[in-house]
């Protein structure tokens, strides 16, 4: 299993230009999250999904979409790029409601430049 | 909102001694605490948990405490060695165990140095 991949793994934008970031799982889990990671402010939830069909805000969902486009994909779209949008983004998912583990299982990363 | 406060920002101990992360978190709702270890370049990696009904959990050289009272809990790792030199983060969340899609409010993080 590859667990939580992400594509790209680096990315460089001029402001005001658009993009997706794409995370894919294969372990089957529902639930499926974005988060930003900024120096010295930790990890910042962007938005989630806790299972296929719904999708909901986090702590800074300002400037980003998302689409859960199936149970394995979660994308995140910036429309819009701005320079404060420059961090390393994670995408993470967790299993099944009703199992013993609550464990959220992060990808390596994209990081995102913004001119 | 949950707000989670994490101390040290940065911490440095000789190869062998203990190191103590310290979290303080403010909505007394929140009932399951874990923490995550992130090497330079890749994503957090879960290194043990803790739920609110649970005081101490310790796996091999790990162990985590929690006080509900004072709602603060603790990370401790003995007999630390090069390998443990990471950032470390706590977070905490709420919500009934088969919640799906619970999010976790994570700490600032901590610097851990270990040198031989």
């Known amino acids: 299993n590859a667990g939580v991949t992400q594509t790209p793994k680096f990315q460089v934008l001029k402001t005001g230009q658009s993009m997706t970031l794409q995370c894919a799982q294969d372990?089957?889990?529902?639930?499926m999250y974005w988060y930003r990671q900024d120096p010295g402010m930790g990890l910042r939830l962007i938005y989630y999904s806790a299972s296929e069909g719904t999708t909901d805000k986090g702590e800074v969902p300002n400037g980003y979409n998302v689409s859960r486009l199936n149970k394995r994909e979660f994308s995140l779209r910036l429309e819009s790029a701005a320079p404060s949008q420059t961090s390393v983004y994670f995408c993470?998912?967790?299993?099944?409601?009703?199992?013993?583990?609550?464990?959220?299982?992060f990808g390596p990363g994209t990081r995102l430049l913004v001119l | 909102g949950e707000n989670v406060e994490q101390h040290p920002s940065t911490l440095s101990v000789q190869e062998g001694d203990s190191a103590v992360i310290k979290c303080t978190y403010s909505d007394s709702a929140s009932n399951y605490f874990p923490w995550y270890k992130q090497e330079l370049g890749k994503g957090p990696q879960l290194i043990i948990d803790?739920?609110?009904?649970?005081g101490e959990k310790k796996d091999q050289r790990i162990a985590v405490t929690l006080n509900k009272t004072a709602k603060h809990f603790s990370l401790h790792i003995t007999e630390t060695q090069p390998e443990d030199s990471a950032v470390y983060f706590c977070a905490a969340s709420k919500g009934p165990r088969n919640q799906a899609g619970t999010a976790l409010i994570f700490g600032k993080g901590t610097t851990l140095s270990v040198s031989s």
């Open positions: 803790i739920r609110s009904n649970v």
């Open positions: 993470a998912s967790s299993p099944n409601p009703g199992t013993v583990s609550e464990t959220q299982y």
């Open positions: 372990m089957n889990h529902n639930s």
